[in-house]
């Protein structure tokens, strides 16, 4: 096909994108205008809003989960509903499926495994995953991308800044360009298979010496841009041991929080979706052992100086020092800040940091619901900054904030009971900024991945 026939089909696929999530989306946004305006919002809207999108499948859905996971960003009856969406797009069918490994591995494709199993594992919202075994026997997971997803994306993201937009009109208390711009970087770069395997081949290295978290090993040779090989981990859904012995929750739990913060305090880098799909639990003999990682689409690498700002708040909340404090908002991008909205932000800052500055064993929050961690004071501060704000969220916070909620919420999931202050002391001790950055060059370079800004 010629350059500009392709080009062409990409427009064409992108302009019907456009119409139909334009179409729906514009549809609801107009209802929750209008309900707004007269007092009535509800659950019919939320309803409303969530089958639009979900029919509609492909990045939108994935964009609507992370707007759910960000609290108070939308009403909870909105929240509750896209989080209901299943991150499941329809599968590609086997024909389908034969065409795009074609395309990406060759015509002689199939010859490169031992087995592959034409009918998926599990279906995603970018792309689809396949069991397969390689020629020498080794189980193999294949995450093939579905056709036309950069154009699907690019459409989806001007929609996402049109209900930015919109949102900013009807609460002008949060400033949401950068939480848009963050989050269309994030997306577009889960469509680059070569980066993930990238991601993947840096937390090998940063967790090698970590038994309770597994990484898969890349597969280079049966990889492409779009096509991504690892190792096949087995592992059991970490909901199906929400009633285990409290011994073997805390056991979960404390190997997530190691999975999430072992490589933040090492290569200034993090998950930014703790989403219970994107892990298992591996078990050695019959006690569950810790977690796989399963998926490096969504990863944050961070510029060192943000990780000092993360141990500064920790350390000035811990002294009560308001002068680390400040700093440490000021390292983040926060502009413009007096008492009142320091004092705003130390709402939020005092519940996330909460269960790492009391020296003691306990849940990460007694009496809340997972769906439910950090609405409360995310509504504090939502009423504070009406009268105070506006503020503008950093673009780097945003996935570090959605992740510390995320994690915070499956610790609640599990019930899990530990002294997350020695978990996260353990993680920071001797910590230094000229350390850190050496420690990120040699990671980053092992792995292929250029140094943050």
Not at 30 to 45: D, H, I, Q, S
Not at 138 to 149: I, N, R, S
Not at 170 to 184: C, P, Q, V, Y
Not at 325 to 341: C, N, P, S
Request: aromatic share 8%; with cysteine; net charge neutral.
């Amino acid at each position: 096909m010629a350059e500009t026939d392709r080009e062409a089909n990409r427009f064409s696929a992108r302009a019907s994108r456009y119409a139909r999530v334009g179409a729906n989306v514009g549809g609801v946004a107009a209802r929750m205008a209008g309900a707004r305006l007269f007092g009535k919002e509800g659950t019919t809207n939320a309803a409303a809003l969530a089958q639009a999108l979900g029919g509609l499948k492909g990045p939108i859905m994935k964009v609507a989960q992370l707007l759910a996971t960000v609290p108070d960003l939308l009403p909870p009856e909105y929240a509750a509903e896209l989080q209901k969406l299943q991150a499941d797009a329809p599968p590609m069918g086997a024909a389908f499926v034969k065409r795009r490994m074609m395309a990406e591995l060759g015509s002689d494709w199939r010859t490169r495994f031992a087995d592959f199993d034409l009918k998926p594992a599990a279906a995603a919202s970018l792309g689809q995953v396949h069991r397969a075994t390689s020629l020498d026997g080794v189980p193999l997971a294949c995450k093939l991308q579905y056709p036309d997803m950069q154009s699907a994306v690019e459409a989806d993201l001007k929609q996402l800044q049109v209900a930015f937009a919109l949102h900013r009109r009807m609460n002008s208390w949060l400033d949401t360009r950068e939480i848009a711009k963050e989050i269309g970087a994030r997306v577009r770069e889960e469509l680059d298979y070569e980066r993930e395997a990238k991601h993947a081949g840096l937390y090998g290295a940063v967790l090698k010496d970590i038994d309770a978290v597994r990484v898969p090993a890349i597969h280079s040779d049966l990889s492409t841009k779009r096509l991504l090989t690892l190792g096949w981990l087995d592992g059991a859904r970490i909901l199906s041991f929400a009633d285990s012995p409290v011994e073997v929750r805390n056991r979960i739990a404390q190997a997530m929080f190691k999975a999430w913060w072992h490589p933040f305090s090492r290569a200034a880098v993090i998950h930014g979706d703790p989403h219970l799909g994107n892990y298992t639990v591996f078990s050695e003999g019959s006690e569950p052992g810790g977690i796989n990682l399963l998926d490096y689409g969504c990863v944050r690498i961070f510029h060192p100086r943000f990780v000092g700002g993360v141990v500064d708040l920790y350390r000035g909340l811990l002294t009560q020092d308001e002068a680390r404090i400040v700093h440490a908002y000021e390292v983040w991008g926060f502009k413009d800040l007096d008492r009142e909205k320091i004092e705003i932000l130390n709402i939020w800052a005092r519940f996330i940091y909460g269960p790492l500055l009391e020296d003691r064993t306990r849940t990460v929050a007694d009496g809340v619901k997972p769906g439910e961690y950090g609405r409360r004071q995310a509504f504090q501060v939502h009423q504070a900054l009406k009268e105070r704000g506006p503020v503008t969220i950093p673009q780097e916070f945003v996935f570090m904030d959605r992740a510390a909620v995320g994690l915070g919420a499956v610790f609640l999931h599990l019930r899990s009971e530990l002294n997350y202050h020695r978990l996260f002391e353990a993680e920071i001790e001797n910590f230094s900024l000229d350390t850190l950055a050496a420690r990120q060059v040699e990671a980053l370079g092992a792995a292929g991945l250029p140094q943050p800004h």
